[in-house]
């Protein structure tokens, strides 16, 4: 009975919200210019089974907007004013040209107040805070010159990836999350991971991120559209996801204090590698803000980082599967500048502009983050005629960018050499990395450790179709639904290109010697 009569008045509260925000909007809307076009919806849900459904790949459904409602489409999910961008121009119009209106993050309040992104760079809403964030990213990693400071770091874990790969071809997955993982807490923490089983902070971190791609979906938690759910007590029915933020949350803040407490020690005993937030500590005041500064920019390094990088890895690695000609192109580019003798550089990129093109065609072939991430106006705003109310929540589909034939001929072809010669199409990364204020702070050190990946892999491996029965068989392409998109697992045949480039490979272990994990003085702090 008591739980049949907080259904009801719960019930009751969402119509009464429901009436009300129609009236205020009403009244707003008489005298104003209109929201962009888009379906109809209904009452009290309004369009909210117009979003593709959970747990599928949502940017092809979105995509299919512009065809009846334009470049801009408008919904509203329980008097939430939700924009998605179907075009490129429009996007940098409104994310870029109109920055200041248009630089917030919403408040989610799933992953965002309950879990705690909230305080990552990537969750902070647009204000001195954020503000705050960015210009430390800005002194440290902010420009190529002090992003240089860690290409041996890169250079190291990439040939420590190939060990792996050379080693153990059939566990390419694992080997690629390794590296991205270790790379990441290297330049956040100077942390070395352990190598030859399973790490404890790497893990973690993993754990973290996975649970972030799972939950920071529209759509996913309906306390997102209702906040007021989060008052709900433990005990209600219907409120398993309650215990769920509160797992993530206590695993998240776990995962962002423990290495900044390790590096603080490390600093107090005078043995601290050089990291990001190293540098910060010693170009910082001691003060409460300034701790909690440095210790979230530095937590947002692995989630801005790590799982984007394992993503566009893996689909390097089955786009070269699928299409050999390509891979043979930038192989013998790479042994005509450089021979066999050596692995590329960072140095050696200016000269290698097939690689180059390979790289965009890539990240323009399988979009890491398909939708992007959430803008939020943080006033009234208007463009082309149409009215974006305060707080409207903006999706860019940059998949469909990535696909659309207006921008990439023939986009379903993985064609490297559209970006070369007279006339190049668009980079990609003019979209992939964000917009405005919001672009990623670390998308130098992103683009470089593509770039040593990609390179290094090639110089020495050929990668090839999977077998089965003795014969080759394509491999699948598909994106997986997610605010990161990951390809769906695949199989591919991974071996050295010669006898001569597996002793290149092996000599990496004189070069780049493995070095003893910080598990234990992880655990000790």
């Not at 998949?399 to 379903?412: A, D, Q, R, V």
């Not at 670390?442 to 020495?460: E, P």
Request: hydrophobic fraction near 40%; glycine fraction near 6%; proline fraction near 7%.
């Amino acid at each position: 009975m008591k739980d049949a009569t907080l259904i009801i008045g719960f019930v009751a509260a969402l119509v009464a919200v429901f009436i009300i925000d129609k009236i205020i909007q009403a009244r707003k809307n008489a005298q104003s210019l209109p929201l962009p076009p888009g379906p109809r919806g209904y009452p009290i849900i309004q369009n909210m089974f117009d979003l593709p459904k959970k747990d599928t790949f949502a940017a092809p459904q979105y995509a299919k907007f512009k065809d009846k409602y334009g470049p801009i489409t408008a919904l509203r999910v329980i008097g939430k004013p939700f924009i998605v961008i179907n075009d490129p121009q429009v996007a940098l119009d409104i994310l870029e040209k109109k920055s200041a209106e248009f630089s917030s993050r919403p408040s989610l309040t799933f992953i965002g107040e309950l879990v705690g992104w909230d305080k990552a760079t990537g969750g902070i809403p647009y204000n001195d805070i954020f503000r705050l964030h960015r210009k430390v990213f800005a002194r440290i990693i902010g420009t190529k010159t002090t992003a240089a400071q860690f290409d041996d770091l890169q250079e190291a874990e990439v040939g420590h990836f190939l060990l792996h790969v050379l080693d153990k071809p059939g566990n390419l997955k694992e080997h690629i999350h390794k590296e991205a993982g270790t790379v990441a807490l290297k330049i956040a923490y100077g942390y070395n991971a352990d190598q030859f089983k399973k790490d404890p902070l790497l893990s973690k971190m993993n754990k973290v991120m996975d649970d972030f791609a799972r939950s920071a979906v529209i759509g996913r938690y309906l306390v997102d559209f209702f906040p007021i759910l989060k008052y709900l007590p433990d005990w209600f029915p219907g409120t398993e996801w309650k215990r769920q933020a509160k797992q993530y949350r206590a695993e998240f803040h776990d995962a962002v204090e423990r290495p900044y407490k390790f590096v603080e020690t490390q600093i107090a005993e005078g043995r601290e590698n050089v990291s990001y937030l190293a540098k910060a500590m010693a170009t910082s005041e001691d003060t409460p803000e300034d701790v909690h500064n440095n210790m979230w920019t530095a937590g947002s390094i692995f989630s801005g980082a790590a799982d984007t990088s394992v993503a566009s890895v893996n689909a390097f690695f089955l786009a070269m599967a699928k299409f050999p000609e390509a891979q043979k192109k930038a192989q013998e580019e790479i042994d005509r500048v450089i021979g066999s003798g050596r692995l590329p550089t960072v140095s050696d990129r200016d000269n290698l502009p097939y690689l180059e093109a390979l790289i965009k065609e890539v990240l323009r072939w399988h979009t890491i983050a398909p939708m992007g991430l959430l803008h939020m106006s943080s006033e009234e705003a208007t463009y082309s005629g149409y009215r974006f109310p305060k707080g409207s929540l903006v999706l860019c589909n940059i998949w469909w960018f990535m696909h659309n034939p207006e921008l990439y001929k023939n986009p379903s072809e993985f064609r490297p050499e559209r970006f070369l010669g007279a006339q190049p199409e668009t980079d990609p990364r003019r979209y992939v990395f964000g917009f405005g204020r919001r672009i990623c702070p670390g998308k130098i050190l992103a683009d470089n450790s593509l770039y040593l990946n990609f390179a290094q892999s090639l110089a020495v491996f050929d990668i090839g179709k999977p077998v089965a029965n003795g014969k080759e068989y394509e491999p699948d392409f598909k994106p997986l639904p997610g605010a990161i998109s990951h390809v769906a697992p695949y199989e591919a045949t991974i071996k050295p290109r010669s006898p001569r480039h597996e002793q290149l490979i092996r000599s990496i272990e004189q070069r780049f010697p493995w070095q003893e994990s910080d598990a234990k003085g992880l655990e000790a702090v």
